[in-house]
């Protein structure tokens, strides 16, 4: 990764590419590193539940969903653990899916602009 007013030539030799192929795998990535730093898993825990995940029946050959498989784990280790339940995950994952239909282009998607949003 560059450094702070880094440049390209700050990489390793042979990386030529971003390590995350869209701004959310880095959200999903820090948020893991922010909950473990905060005590709410191991990373045994962590590990076991990314295992799980990316062992299951379906995962691409060549690891393109590698971060689906992360968010997957995430989400599982926090329902077991009882600090997201999966039916609130998923009512708060399709309340920014509606905030961001109904964002203008270019606009910052905020949860706000969720029609079904409470006012």
Excluded at 17 to 34: H, I, K, L, S
Excluded at 92 to 99: S, V
Aim: hydrophobic share 50%; charged share 20%.
């Amino acid at each position: 990764m560059s450094r702070p007013n880094g440049t390209a030539a700050d990489l390793p030799a042979g990386v030529d590419a971003p390590v995350f192929a869209e701004p959310w795998q880095a959200e999903a990535f820090a948020m893991t590193v922010a909950l473990h730093d905060r005590g709410l898993f191991s990373w045994g825990e962590w590990a076991a539940a990314l295992s799980a995940e990316v062992k299951k029946p379906g995962a691409a050959a060549d690891g393109h969903d590698y971060y689906e498989h992360w968010l997957a784990a995430l989400e599982s280790l926090l329902a077991s653990k009882g600090l997201a339940a999966k039916p609130d995950v998923d009512a708060m994952a399709r309340a920014w899916e509606r905030a961001a239909h109904a964002t203008p282009h270019g606009k910052p998607i905020l949860l706000e602009n969720d029609p079904h949003a409470a006012r």
